[in-house]
């Protein structure tokens, strides 16, 4: 590591965050973070069991008969000034991300002003939480509903997005009068403890936020969920987990949010603009090297161009630079572990076993980090793994349709349905298309469809709940009613 990156490592609290305070985890336990790109340990941090668990739940507690009676404008202003210091400390928190998580520098401060402007879109709507009063049909009755913080919530999230998964929860929860305890992935916990760091010099008080880092995420989970105190799970992971999560949390009735796997379609209709079109895959395919819930998975690309199409997307992945997140001229990392490499090989070896063929890629790169090359294939049959698997690489297979109606029942048969990507310069062709597909979000040329305004989640095994927009503050509070009769 240079001067910088050992600086903006040692600079992260490598405690546990209970009630204010730092803590060691019982017995001094550790766990080691490594950086992707050469699998070295970068920073060894408190690895938590269940009982500093409870004991961060305890203070979640604690503290939330005040922070829900703290006033919104306060509350709001403690966000704002949250979203000002990530971005005052853009660059030093994209570098540690990169050194974690491996990711270019330039999608690092890409996702960080992602993730503080969850920040500055909460802290303005933490001022406009609503009811309602109205009349009973019989006449007899006012009706008055007021909104009101759910509780004490677990954030559980996923390390392909270290600090916006954070800040989607935490911003939403924080601006409801919800106290929180945040588990990060043991991978990459050290963009929560910077944020952290930050939350706390903006004025959150003691036991707002906690945070618990752990190399043993289910026994501390387990006895989250099995505490009567805690009154929310939100959780971004896989949807193997968060269906384990889901039959646990039916102990206390939780109310839940889950932001789960994802099998994106990106569809290329025949009237497609098809610079738009490539651009658009190589966004959604390539963003944080295909590691997104949102890559797109599956490009399925009309007959009478899919020979166009995989050329030209075949030329840029191949142009590619790929290197360590922390080069300038990078614009693919590493994956995340040995395991994500592991993966996208054998899926690879399925489909070509299947008759599949490469057009560019389909390999590891060297044997330090986890490296692998922008791949293109074609001719991969449907009951090859990668058609209903998510693949988190940069893997780009393209799939052939002769008809729309083809192309939307090939989109439609997963089990996800998280987000869609369709090109078209047709407008009525995109509208029946948009209420055809079942998913939770559609691009419309476009491969990108983040943004705080806007309601992020899926359906069907993608998970339920929405994070952002007007819908995010409504996962953390709960309508109460009362019956007011005037006699
Ligand atoms: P994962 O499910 O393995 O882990 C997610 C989180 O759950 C981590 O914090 C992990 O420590 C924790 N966890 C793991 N096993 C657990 C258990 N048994 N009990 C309790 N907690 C447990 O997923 P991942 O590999 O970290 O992330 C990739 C997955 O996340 C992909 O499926 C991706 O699609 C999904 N994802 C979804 C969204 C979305 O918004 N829909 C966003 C990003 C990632």
């Known amino acids: 590591m240079n001067g910088a990156e050992i600086s903006v490592v040692a600079g992260v609290p490598k405690g546990l965050l209970i009630g204010g305070e730092w803590v060691e985890a019982a017995g001094g336990a550790q766990l080691a973070v490594e950086n992707p790109a050469n699998s070295e340990v970068l920073a060894m941090v408190a690895d938590a069991g269940p009982a500093e668990a409870l004991e961060a739940l305890a203070a979640a507690s604690r503290a939330q008969a005040g922070w829900a009676k703290t006033p919104p404008r306060t509350r709001a202003e403690i966000l704002r000034a949250a979203f000002e210091e990530i971005m005052r400390r853009q660059e030093e928190l994209s570098l540690l991300m990169t050194l974690e998580m491996g990711k270019p520098l330039a999608e690092s401060r890409g996702e960080v002003a992602y993730a503080a402007e969850f920040f500055r879109w909460f802290s303005e709507e933490a001022v406009r939480i609503n009811g309602d009063f109205y009349i009973s049909p019989d006449g007899n009755t006012r009706v008055l509903t007021t909104r009101a913080p759910v509780g004490p919530s677990l954030l559980i999230t996923p390390w392909n997005f270290p600090l916006a998964m954070g800040t989607r929860k935490i911003g939403p929860a924080l601006a409801a009068g919800c106290t929180v305890v945040l588990k990060p992935a043991k991978q990459t916990p050290l963009c929560s403890l910077a944020l952290a760091g930050i939350l706390i010099g903006a004025g959150v008080p003691k036991g707002v936020v906690n945070v618990i880092t752990t190399s043993n ?95 030209r997307l075949g030329e840029r ?171």
């Open 217 to 311: 995420p289910a026994a501390v989970t387990e006895a989250l969920v099995g505490d009567d105190r805690l009154r929310k799970l939100s959780f971004t992971g896989s949807t193997e987990v968060g269906r384990e999560l889901m039959a646990k949390s039916s102990q206390h009735l939780l109310r839940l949010s889950m932001e789960l796997g994802g099998n994106a379609p990106l569809i290329v209709f025949e009237d497609a603009d098809l610079d738009k079109a490539v651009d658009g895959a190589m966004l959604a395919k390539m963003r944080n090297m295909g590691e997104a819930c949102t890559a797109a998975n599956r490009i399925m690309v009309h007959r009478s161009i899919a020979g166009e199409f995989s050329l």
């Open 317 to 487: 992945m191949e142009r590619l630079k790929v290197a360590e997140g922390t080069d300038p001229t990078a614009e693919v990392g590493p994956l995340i572990d040995q395991a994500a490499v592991s993966k996208v090989t054998a899926l690879v070896a399925d489909a070509l076993g299947h008759g599949a063929e490469v057009v560019v890629g389909g390999s590891r790169i060297g044997d330090r980090g986890y490296f692998f090359a922008p791949t293109v294939i074609r001719g991969v049959p449907r009951h090859s793994r990668m058609f209903s698997e998510e693949i988190f690489g940069p893997i780009a297979p393209v799939y052939e349709f002769d008809s729309d109606a083809e192309a939307i029942e090939m989109a439609n048969s997963t089990s996800y349905g998280l987000v869609a990507y369709i090109f078209t310069e047709s407008f009525s062709r995109a509208h029946r298309t948009i209420e055809a597909l079942d998913t939770g979000m559609i691009g419309v040329n476009q491969g990108f469809v983040s943004n705080a305004a806007a309601p992020f989640g899926g359906v069907k095994h993608s998970g339920f709940g929405r994070e952002g927009g007007f819908e995010g503050i409504h996962e953390y509070l709960t309508v109460k009613y009362a019956a007011l009769n005037l006699g």
